[in-house]
């Protein structure tokens, strides 16, 4: 049976617009329940985790909970939650907690990606929670420092590793995620732990030269761009 469901919640599902929350939102609002299956087979999800977490940063909350799926395992499936449980609403730049958060961060750090380091306008930054929402959930209390901006592309790479790291799936440690470089690449002790160091280097504008001259000599050479250039750092250190 299809729960009935309070003004307020079905005012905030009205509001989303976006095509993979909707999807996530119109389907429970059929069934009273969407499964990880119905993500990927219905739909062409095949990070379900994902699309979820869009549902969830809309202010929409989600209940998690195990069903018997087709071939007879237990699979994930969803369903709202109470929502006056939730605090966040709309983290996607039209609220004033958003612009608030959006503001003191880029006054911090600069209008810049934390993964990539890559200045861009403030508005092509994307609001993300340094520890994931399904690792921390809402503590009911908002701070800047528990925040990070990122470019779309630094938020979809951060997303595809969170949903594949073994914390995520099973650990849900916040303290793990503390010294992720996902969560703070300026000071980390692994990527979704795993022993990996790294850090991401983009050439803008004029820069763009050096990158094609890096390419070529790389080719002519028959090593990757990556294993050229951390030869030349070795020789330097």
């Known amino acids: 049976m299809i729960p009935k469901y309070s003004r307020e919640l079905l005012a905030l599902c009205a509001s989303v617009r ?26 062409g999800y095949n990070h379900p985790p994902r ?15 195990r069903v018997t799926g087709s071939d007879g395992r ?12 939730t605090m966040l609403r ?8 958003s612009k608030k958060i959006r503001d003191e961060l880029v006054a911090a750090h600069g209008s810049r ?7 861009m306008d403030k508005a092509e930054l994307q609001i993300d929670h340094r520890i994931p929402y399904e690792i921390s959930g809402d503590t009911g209390k908002f701070h800047t420092e528990d925040f990070m901006l990122l470019c779309a592309s ?19 440690s916040s303290d793990i995620c503390r010294t992720c470089y996902w969560s703070f ?21 004029v820069e763009t030269e050096r990158y094609d001259s890096l390419s070529k000599k790389a080719d002519e050479q028959k090593e990757s761009l ?7 750092l070795a020789r330097t250190l």
């Open 18 to 43: 976006a095509k993979r929350p909707r999807a996530v939102i119109d389907h429970i609002l059929k069934h009273g329940q969407v499964t990880t299956d119905d993500l990927k087979n219905l739909y």
């Open 74 to 85: 237990k699979i994930a499936a969803y369903r709202f939650g109470d929502p006056g449980k």
């Open 154 to 172: 630094a938020n979809r790479a951060k997303s595809w590793s969170c949903e594949h790291c073994e914390n995520w799936r099973h650990t849900k």
């Open 51 to 65: 699309a979820v977490r869009d549902v969830r940063e809309t202010g929409i909350p989600l209940e998690t909970f």
């Open 113 to 119: 990606c934390f993964i990539y380091l890559e200045t």
């Open 226 to 232: 990556p294993d050229f250039v951390k030869k030349i």
């Open 185 to 205: 690449p300026e000071c980390y002790q692994h990527v979704a732990m795993r022993q990996i160091r790294r850090f991401d280097l983009i050439w803008q504008g």
């Open 90 to 97: 709309r983290m996607d730049g039209r609220t004033g907690l």
